[in-house]
């Protein structure tokens, strides 16, 4: 496939299953979020952001993974539902620690009800993830449920291992950051709960625990670290009324996102010093006259165009590693549905 290019039927496939895949498992949610007491601070807000939608890309992709590897949807709904609720959780954590405004259209839980019960509600997603997954051991038995509490116990430590070195370098204003640094970040942060662990788990409920469940780290890496790439250009240039998050606000925010990186390294020194000035500050003494000033250099530093190419030699990557994962494997819906998250990835606006 050439550089730039998406199959639009690929796409079109994967939004099918993730729609179908996406509606089984909020289905599910339903039990794991009925209202209940305390509900003012805490039960009326646990669905919030599970009920604004989202892709359901982490679910979708765990029970397709269970299904190309022979198990039925029933068997990792379950585990579908603890991905998206501790997918939740880790939002509604992110938007305190970046002091975000807009999640999926709307105030962000923080901007809404303060950072304390925002933090609380949380803490309560990812504990009702985590009652989720233990719901496994009626259907799937005590021993399979302890395999998958082990790989989101990895999957957690890793992502808020990525989480810290993240926050790290806003808090000590790195500016020597590499491409390397990134992507290690983004493997911890991003790749090990979007793809790595809802790969292993459905093919780990699939076999009963037998599968190697390694197999998979390459392929996460690349398919997740392209879907992060892309999540951060759709930051400078979505589409306002379909992104749903604050456009530019990795820029007001100083993530050390790939074209910041780039364009740390392409300026000059008197600009470099302007750009580590800004970073240095607070989020609320940073102006929007700076903010804008970044995305100009940005674009005329070609680091947009850098990122993009970046996306999509890791998605090119992922095309790959998918092939030799399941070549052997029989064709089916969901086989093809895995195929094409490839192509899905750089089609999102």
């Given at each position: 496939m050439i550089a730039g290019t998406?199959?639009?039927?690929?796409?079109?496939?994967?939004?099918?299953?993730?729609?179908e895949y996406g509606d089984l498992t909020r289905a599910a949610l339903t039990d794991y979020?009925?209202?209940?007491?305390p509900r003012r601070h805490r039960?009326?807000?646990?669905?919030?952001y599970p009920r604004r939608g989202g892709r359901m890309l982490r679910p979708s992709l765990c029970i397709a993974t269970a299904r190309v590897f022979g198990a039925s949807a029933e068997e990792a709904v379950l585990t579908a539902v603890a991905l998206e609720l501790l997918h939740n959780a880790f939002l509604v954590h992110d938007d305190v620690e970046d002091e975000s405004t807009t999640r999926r259209g709307h105030p962000t839980l923080n901007a809404l009800h303060g950072p304390a019960v925002a933090v609380n509600v949380g803490d309560a997603l990812?504990?009702?993830?985590?009652?989720?997954?233990?719901?496994?051991?009626?259907k799937l038995g005590p021993r399979l449920t302890l395999?998958?509490?082990?790989?989101?116990?990895?999957?957690?430590?890793?992502?808020?291992?990525?989480?810290?070195?993240?926050?790290?370098?806003?808090?000590?204003?790195?500016?020597?950051?590499?491409?390397a640094d990134y992507l290690e970040m983004v493997l911890k942060k991003t790749c090990w709960y979007t793809v790595i662990f809802p790969s292993r788990a459905g093919a780990l409920i699939a076999s009963r625990g037998e599968a190697d469940p390694d197999r998979f780290v390459r392929f996460g890496f690349f398919l997740g670290a392209a879907f992060q790439v892309q999540d951060d250009l759709l930051n400078l240039v979505g589409d306002a009324a379909k992104y749903g998050k604050e456009l530019d606000g990795d820029i007001w925010e100083g993530k050390r996102t790939l074209m910041l990186i780039h364009l740390l390294h392409a300026l000059d020194e008197d600009e470099r010093a302007r750009l580590r000035t800004f970073l240095g500050l607070p989020r609320e003494r940073r102006t929007a006259a700076?903010?804008?000033?970044?995305?100009?250099?940005?674009?005329?530093?070609?680091?947009?165009?850098y990122?993009?190419?970046?996306?999509?030699?890791?998605?090119?990557?992922?095309?790959?590693?998918?092939e030799l994962?399941?070549?052997?494997?029989?064709?089916?819906?969901?086989?093809?549905f895995i195929e094409a998250l490839p192509e899905w990835v750089l089609a999102r606006r």
């Amino acid at each position: 496939m050439i550089a730039g290019t998406t199959d639009a039927a690929h796409v079109d496939l994967a939004t099918d299953v993730l729609r179908e895949y996406g509606d089984l498992t909020r289905a599910a949610l339903t039990d794991y979020l009925r209202p209940r007491e305390p509900r003012r601070h805490r039960y009326a807000l646990l669905g919030d952001y599970p009920r604004r939608g989202g892709r359901m890309l982490r679910p979708s992709l765990c029970i397709a993974t269970a299904r190309v590897f022979g198990a039925s949807a029933e068997e990792a709904v379950l585990t579908a539902v603890a991905l998206e609720l501790l997918h939740n959780a880790f939002l509604v954590h992110d938007d305190v620690e970046d002091e975000s405004t807009t999640r999926r259209g709307h105030p962000t839980l923080n901007a809404l009800h303060g950072p304390a019960v925002a933090v609380n509600v949380g803490d309560a997603l990812a504990l009702t993830g985590l009652r989720a997954l233990l719901g496994n051991r009626w259907k799937l038995g005590p021993r399979l449920t302890l395999r998958l509490f082990e790989e989101a116990e990895r999957m957690a430590r890793e992502s808020i291992e990525g989480q810290a070195i993240e926050l790290g370098w806003r808090r000590d204003n790195a500016t020597h950051v590499t491409d390397a640094d990134y992507l290690e970040m983004v493997l911890k942060k991003t790749c090990w709960y979007t793809v790595i662990f809802p790969s292993r788990a459905g093919a780990l409920i699939a076999s009963r625990g037998e599968a190697d469940p390694d197999r998979f780290v390459r392929f996460g890496f690349f398919l997740g670290a392209a879907f992060q790439v892309q999540d951060d250009l759709l930051n400078l240039v979505g589409d306002a009324a379909k992104y749903g998050k604050e456009l530019d606000g990795d820029i007001w925010e100083g993530k050390r996102t790939l074209m910041l990186i780039h364009l740390l390294h392409a300026l000059d020194e008197d600009e470099r010093a302007r750009l580590r000035t800004f970073l240095g500050l607070p989020r609320e003494r940073r102006t929007a006259a700076d903010v804008r000033w970044v995305r100009a250099r940005m674009d005329a530093r070609g680091c947009i165009d850098y990122a993009r190419q970046m996306a999509h030699g890791l998605a090119g990557a992922a095309r790959h590693e998918c092939e030799l994962l399941y070549a052997a494997l029989p064709d089916s819906r969901d086989r093809r549905f895995i195929e094409a998250l490839p192509e899905w990835v750089l089609a999102r606006r």
